[in-house]
């Protein structure tokens, strides 16, 4: 079992930056791709950015609409992946959940951007830009 925990959202203007983070305890992240979606009210979960496994070669993943603006990483070391979130834009105001995928479900891009593929997610955290 892994659970997630995540931490660092709360409320930015436009234009400016946000770090949040994912801690997690109960396995080595080592042999998951993780992920971050988010989520507005009345809308579907969307994904984020996606950092895989080791094996995998551990490159970054991003949706269209935060390329260049968003990074995620990750330390093996310490459990833990983050989202660096810059220039942010109101449309990205949503709860950010941290999700780890098992490596093998992970083959390809259609695996990792699909929620459903994602065994383990944390609580969510808010994230509010405000124009």
């Known amino acids: 079992q892994v659970q997630l925990e995540e931490s660092g959202g709360g409320l930015v203007q436009a234009g400016g930056s946000l770090m949040i983070s994912c801690a997690a305890t109960?396995?080595?992240?080592?042999?998951?791709?993780m992920g971050w979606f988010r989520q507005a009210p009345g809308k579907e979960r969307d994904f984020v950015a996606a950092?895989?496994?080791?094996?995998?070669?551990?490159?970054?993943e991003y949706a269209d609409s935060i390329q260049g603006r968003f990074t995620i990483s990750r330390d093996n070391a310490d459990n833990t992946v983050t989202l660096q979130m810059n220039s942010l834009k109101p449309e990205d105001t949503a709860v950010y959940y941290c999700?780890?995928?098992?490596?093998?479900?992970?083959?390809?891009?259609?695996?990792?951007?699909?929620?459903?593929?994602?065994?383990?997610w944390g609580q969510g955290t808010q994230v509010t830009v405000s124009s």
């Open positions: 999700a780890a995928q098992a490596y093998f479900n992970s083959p390809n891009y259609a695996a990792r951007v699909n929620h459903n593929r994602y065994t383990y």
């Open positions: 109960g396995r080595n992240l080592d042999t998951y791709t």
């Open positions: 950092v895989l496994w080791s094996g995998g070669g551990g490159s970054s």
